[in-house]
C-alpha cells in the first residue's frame, strides 16, 4: 500500500502533466494491446478482449477530460494500464 500511495502523491501533485502523459502512455499502451489481439484473428472472444481494452482507455480518457477526482483518475489509469498489460500477455503468451 506504501507504493500505491507514493504514487498517488506524486500524481496528485504534478496532476496536469501526470494526466498528460497518462493519456498519451495508456493510448499507445492501449493501441499495442489491441494489435495483440486482433493478431489472433477476429472470433468472438478477441471481440470481446478488444471492446475491454477500448473501453478502459475511454474511462480514463473520458474521466480526465471530464476532470473527475485525482484518484478516480488513478484508480482507472492503473486499472487500464494492468488491464492493456493482461491482454498483450495473454495474446502473445497463450493464443
Not at 500505491?4 to 497518462?22: K, L, P, V
Amino acid at each position: 500500500m506504501t507504493l500505491y500511495q507514493t504514487t498517488f502523491d506524486i500524481f496528485n501533485r504534478n496532476y496536469m502533466g501526470s494526466a498528460a502523459m497518462a493519456v498519451i502512455g495508456q493510448s499507445c499502451l492501449g493501441g499495442a494491446a489491441a494489435m495483440y489481439v486482433l493478431s489472433n484473428g477476429t472470433s468472438i472472444l478477441q471481440m470481446v478482449q478488444l471492446a475491454v481494452i477500448v473501453l478502459a482507455c475511454i474511462f480514463v480518457n473520458t474521466s480526465i477530460l471530464a476532470q473527475m477526482k485525482h484518484k478516480v483518475v488513478f484508480n482507472l489509469l492503473l486499472l487500464s494500464s494492468i488491464l492493456s498489460v493482461a491482454f498483450i500477455l495473454i495474446n502473445t503468451l497463450l493464443l
